[in-house]
């Protein structure tokens, strides 16, 4: 496996996520270095720590170097720059059912500079691992570095490996809400549906040259 040596984690909410200090301890190598991050709006930082310290003490962590910092700003850019200064291989948030919260997650997977895992926090056991894919020449790197992860997780848990690959038609919006000339939405759509099928099957042929075989239910793209 792609070893991961230096892991970020993000916990929203409420802090002592076992099960995630469980998934960073499975997927990091022994001697890996994990910082806990939280980041407050306002308030006592101090408070914070105490509650991250906690997670030092978990047993799944026995040997890794854990560090844990409290900043002050806006959550979606100090972790970013956080991952990002500090040559994180991987990032890893727990979103709860608290304000904002689902938007942040939102934000961070279409900005995070770094590979980003999302654990949902409230749930004992872990049904599906759903890593995102991209077919595209440029990617094929950190696709594999995907794959690769998420397969160690989806074998270690005991659950199902699910691809996506998510892509947008150019223009769409602007096709379909114009004021200044009409548009065909029937033949419109038709078109987003040959795109589609060509991403699917750029998608499919990927995974089968990596060896991968997937069931159509495990495999979307919108």
Request: glycine share 6%; aromatic share 6%; net charge negative.
């Amino acid at each position: 496996m792609s070893q991961i040596h230096n892991v970020l984690y993000c916990p929203f909410g409420e802090r002592g996520n076992e099960l995630a200090m469980r998934r960073i301890a499975a997927l990091a190598a022994d001697d890996a270095r994990t910082t806990i991050l939280d980041v407050v709006t306002a308030g006592h930082p101090h408070v914070a720590r105490l509650s991250l310290d906690a997670l030092r003490r978990d047993p799944a962590m026995v040997g890794h170097q854990i560090e844990v910092v409290v900043q002050t700003g806006n959550r979606t850019d100090v972790i970013n720059e956080y991952a990002l200064a500090g040559g994180y291989d991987l990032v890893v948030i727990t979103p709860e059912d608290e304000p904002g919260a689902i938007k942040t997650a939102r934000r961070l997977v279409r900005t995070c500079p770094v590979p980003l895992l999302i654990l949902r926090p409230k749930t004992d056991h872990t049904d599906r691992v759903l890593v995102a894919v991209n077919p595209s020449k440029r990617s094929l790197e950190l696709n594999r570095k995907l794959l690769d992860w998420g397969s160690t997780m989806a074998e270690d848990i005991g659950c199902d490996l699910d691809f996506v690959h998510t892509w947008e038609y150019w223009g769409e919006e602007d096709l379909r809400n114009s004021a200044f000339f009409q548009t065909d939405l029937e033949r419109l759509d038709q078109r987003i549906e040959i795109e589609r099928s060509q991403h699917l099957v750029a998608t499919e042929k990927w995974l089968a040259d990596e060896g991968v075989v997937v069931d159509p239910h495990n495999l979307h793209v919108p």
